[in-house]
T-cell receptor, first 108, second 113 residues
Framework: KNEVEQSPQNLTAQEGEFITINCSYSVGISALHWLQQHPGGGIVSLFMLSSGKKKHGRLIATINIQEKHSSLHITASHPRDSAVYICAVISYGQNFVFGPGTRLSVLP | DSGVTQTPKHLITATGQRVTLRCSPRSGDLSVYWYQQSLDQGLQFLIQYYNGEERAKGNILERFSAQQFPDLHSELNLSSLELGDSALYFC????????????FGDGTRLSIL
């Protein structure tokens, strides 16, 4: 079993839909990152969470430390949101473990 | 623009060779992280430096080494290259030593022939 799992693996949505991407992990962590990787390969850090919820524009990230689960929500999705979304956890030893990514396509 | 500069953008070399990848962190950031992204293994953490000192080590092979210089730029040295080392190598920087937002460079694409 991988230490970090994401679901779904692939997601196709229509523009305007509400999207949820899930991340589950099995190790103790000090923080969790959500990253966005565009088709050209560039990576952008969206959120870093250690508890609770964060919001930035149309993006919302939540984490439940007890359940070892985090979600990334995108409201009013847009074609420019099409990317791979990657969950990464930071263990207490400062080791980073990445999930396999969720490939999102938003159709106009 | 993240403010993190990686050079070169592309590198093509042969098995057995040695290469050096360079990273200049965002102004003011003291931490530098190196990551490898290959098609079969996804993103993997290699190593972190903070203010010149090694801070955390991930899945970095013995053939690979890194350092952070007094001006805070960092270099990742890859030696005795194998076909499986072909990957995108990302550098990221952050202000502090841990649990900080990271800013990613555009990556260096390494192709081993």
């Amino acid at each position: 079993k991988n230490e970090v799992e994401q679901s779904p693996q692939n997601l196709t949505a229509q523009e305007g839909e509400f999207i949820t991407i899930n991340c589950s992990y099995s190790v103790g962590i000090s923080a969790l990152h959500w990253l966005q990787q565009h088709p050209g390969g560039g990576i952008v850090s969206l959120f870093m969470l250690s508890s609770g919820k964060k919001k930035h524009g149309r993006l919302i990230a939540t984490i439940n430390i007890q359940e070892k689960h985090s979600s990334l929500h995108i409201t009013a999705s847009h074609p420019r949101d099409s990317a791979v979304y990657i969950c990464a956890v930071i263990s207490y030893g400062q080791n980073f473990v990445f999930g396999p990514g969720t490939r999102l396509s938003v159709l106009p | 623009d993240s403010g993190v500069t990686q050079t070169p953008k592309h590198l093509i070399t042969a098995t057995g060779q040695r290469v050096t990848l360079r990273c200049s962190p965002r102004s003011g950031d003291l931490s530098v992280y190196w990551y490898q992204q290959s098609l079969d293994q996804g993103l993997q953490f290699l190593i972190q430096y903070y203010n010149g000192e090694e801070r955390a080590k991930g899945n970095i092979l013995e053939r690979f080494s890194a350092q952070q210089f007094p001006d805070l730029h960092s270099e990742l040295n890859l030696s005795s290259l194998e076909l499986g080392d072909s990957a995108l190598y990302f550098c990221a920087s952050s202000a502090g030593v841990s649990n900080q937002p990271q800013h990613f460079g555009d990556g260096t694409r390494l192709s081993i022939l």
